[in-house]
T-cell receptor, first 116, second 113 residues
Framework: GAGVSQSPSNKVTEKGKDVELRCDPISGHTALYWYRQSLGQGLEFLIYFQGNSAPDKSGLPSDRFSAERTGGSVSTLTIQRTQQEDSAVYLCASSFLKGQGAYEQYFGPGTRLTVT | AQSVTQLDSQVPVFEEAPVELRCNYS??????LFWYVQYPNQGLQLLLKYLSGSTLVKGINGFEAEFNKSQTSFHLRKPSVHISDTAEYFC???????????FGTGTSLTVIP
């Protein structure tokens, strides 16, 4: 079956430009997570969507970062006025609701963002 | 809040030797624990998880981990590694609400022929 997909796989952008990263979760998964993976830094939690509840945005590093999830499915992470320190691999993961085999996250392949 | 510490950033080991990758967590609440593996140029995949029950958890590819509440540890072990086990391994923790997952910085396992 289809897993979590992310696009684009690679993105090179100039400093100051805006970028949009897309995540298509597994069908039926109502929880969706965004992480940032920097070299030697592990995974940094960014934002979490759970069903129709308000998202947990506590991990977003600055107000240049935002995310939305339309129709409870596809999610877009937007970074405005990109900076070189935003260069990283951005990972999306999805899972079922709690209590339904939850907590097991399925990860997408990631988007490698390079800000020049 | 929770946090995860993986003390070993790199672990080289010879093929067919045993390996242990260490993971310690801190939390004021009960937790669920996970190990994920990331093979070169691939996404993360779940290796094993501890939710409840037996503290010894078996996962894929012959890996196992033991939850030790008193030592707040969840170390990953394999009795005999293969070349194909070369990968990055991440330990993660979440509280019962499952809202946020906290990942360690990863351990790079290199199996030497």
């Amino acid at each position: 079956g289809a897993g979590v997909s992310q696009s684009p796989s690679n993105k090179v952008t100039e400093k100051g430009k805006d970028v949009e990263l897309r995540c298509d979760p597994i069908s039926g998964h109502t929880a969706l997570y965004w992480y940032r993976q920097s070299l030697g830094q592990g995974l940094e939690f960014l934002i979490y969507f759970q069903g129709n509840s308000a998202p947990d945005k506590s991990g977003l590093p600055s107000d240049r970062f935002s995310a939305e999830r339309t129709g409870g499915s596809v999610s877009t992470l937007t970074i405005q006025r990109t900076q070189q320190e935003d260069s990283a691999v951005y990972l999306c993961a999805s899972s079922f609701l709690k209590g339904q085999g939850a907590y097991e996250q399925y990860f997408g392949p990631g988007t490698r963002l390079t800000v020049t | 809040a929770q946090s995860v510490t993986q003390l070993d950033s790199q672990v080289p080991v010879f093929e067919e030797a045993p390996v242990e990758l260490r993971c310690n967590y801190s939390s004021s609440v009960s937790v669920y624990l996970f190990w994920y593996v990331q093979y070169p140029n691939q996404g993360l995949q779940l290796l094993l998880k501890y939710l409840s029950g037996s503290t010894l958890v078996k996962g894929i590819n012959g890996f196992e981990a033991e939850f030790n509440k008193s030592q707040t540890s969840f170390h990953l072990r394999k009795p005999s590694v293969h070349i194909s086990d070369t990968a990055e391994y991440f330990c993660a923790v979440t509280g019962f609400d499952g809202n946020q997952f906290y990942f360690g910085t990863g351990t790079s396992l290199t199996v030497i022929p």
